[in-house]
Antibody
Framework: EAQMVESGGGLVKPGGSLRLSCAASGFNFSDAWLSWVRQAPGRGLEWVGRIKSKTDDGTAAYAAPVKGRFTISRDDSKETLFLQMNNLKTDDTAVYYC?????WGQGTVVTVSS | SYGLTQPPSVSVSPGQTARITCSGDALAKQYAYWYQQKPRQAPVMLIFRDSERPSGIPERFSGSSSGTTVMLTITAVQAEDEADYYCQSADNSGIWVFGGGTNLTVL
């Protein structure tokens, strides 16, 4: 059974940075396209970005609100997905989930506030 | 446009059938996925590729597609089905989009 566990969330000031991790197990991680999805308080699900498998060129793509500030990367040897978030804004406050669609982590909370 | 539109809310009595629609131009070419999310929990996939059900999802959840509209049908609704439901689609490059979500109330 696929499992995904996010970590790294916390409280950060506007303009600050944070790096989220997602440890995965139970599926062929290296062949998977992996996504980050976030949910602001009281709001719906918002796709943040995805990274392809290395065999499919390994590139990342991002939603417009985070493009240029967030970077998705992966370490297939450790079956871990990352989300580097820079120049954080108050609108980035949300629960951040890693997912392959059929499986989701429990989420990690990011709060951007002064 | 690439947006997906869902009704904000649907209400149904226990034992009745709930139908939640999702519309968008992209759905004419791409598969739809449905998720259920209960308060303070992660989403759970209910339907993939328009109408397929992952193992462990009850048969009362079903999906259908027609043109630019997809539908999630929940037959014999139970109190535990009260939740938010989201449709989602993706293009061939793995760019996802979600509908705004539908809150299902079981009266």
């Amino acid at each position: 059974e696929a499992q995904m566990v996010e970590s790294g969330g916390g409280l950060v000031k506007p303009g600050g940075s944070l790096r989220l991790s997602c440890a995965a197990s139970g599926f062929n991680f290296s062949d998977a396209w992996l996504s980050w999805v976030r949910q602001a308080p009281g709001r719906g699900l918002e796709w943040v970005g995805r990274i392809k498998s290395k065999t499919d060129d390994g590139t990342a793509a991002y939603a417009a609100p985070v493009k240029g500030r967030f970077t998705i990367s992966r370490d297939d040897s450790k079956e871990t997905l990352f989300l580097q978030m820079n120049n954080l804004k108050t609108d980035d406050t949300a629960v951040y989930y890693c997912t392959i669609g059929g499986s989701w982590g429990q989420g990690t909370v990011v709060t951007v506030s002064s | 446009s690439y947006g997906l539109t869902q009704p904000p809310s649907v209400s149904v009595s226990p034992g009745q059938t709930a139908r939640i629609t999702c519309s968008g131009d992209a759905l004419a070419k791409q598969y739809a996925y449905w998720y259920q999310q209960k308060p303070r929990q992660a989403p759970v996939m209910l339907i993939f590729r328009d109408s397929e059900r992952p193992s462990g999802i009850p048969e009362r959840f079903s999906g259908s597609s027609s043109g630019t509209t997809v539908m999630l049908t929940i037959t014999a609704v139970q109190a535990e089905d009260e939740a938010d439901y989201y449709c989602q689609s993706a293009d061939n490059s793995g760019i996802w989009v979600f509908g705004g979500g539908t809150n299902l109330t079981v009266l």
